[in-house]
């Protein structure tokens, strides 16, 4: 069973940087596209980043894109979320996901939530303005 634990959510001010990373068990850890989603008290879960199993393939949203970096270390089963220039409206809960797909269904679905089967906690990341 595939289990995801994320960490490093906190409290910071706006202007500046937060990483969270995601522990995935198993050992199949390279054949799953990671994902991060957030979502904001009153708001639908939002697509934040993605990164294909060998690392080689990355998306961003347009809110995030320049200031955030997905990682991941296929070594260690991580996935991480460099959060820089952090802004009031990036406060939320922010998920990690695993999924499995072809390269070409994560072209095309990498911001569906439907499209991953596994699923963190989730953890707090709150950026005071």
């Known amino acids: 069973q595939v289990q995801l634990v994320e960490s490093g959510g906190g409290l910071v001010q706006a202007g500046g940087s937060l990483r969270v990373s995601c522990a995935v068990s198993g050992r199949t850890f390279s054949t799953y596209v990671m994902v991060w989603f957030r979502q904001a008290p009153g708001n639908e879960r939002e697509f934040v980043a993605s990164?294909?199993?060998?690392?080689?393939?990355?998306f961003y949203a347009d809110s995030v894109k320049g200031r955030f970096t997905i990682s991941r270390d296929n070594a260690k089963n991580t996935v991480s979320l460099q959060m820089n220039s952090l802004k009031a409206e990036d406060t939320a809960v922010y998920y990690c996901?695993?999924?499995?797909?072809?390269?070409?269904?994560?072209?095309?679905?990498?911001?569906?939530?439907?499209?991953?089967?596994?699923w963190g906690q989730g953890t707090q990341v709150t950026v005071s303005s």
């Open positions: 996901a695993a999924g499995t797909m072809s390269m070409i269904s994560y072209l095309r679905t990498h911001s569906v939530p439907s499209e991953y089967d596994h």
């Open positions: 990164i294909s199993g060998t690392g080689g393939a990355t």
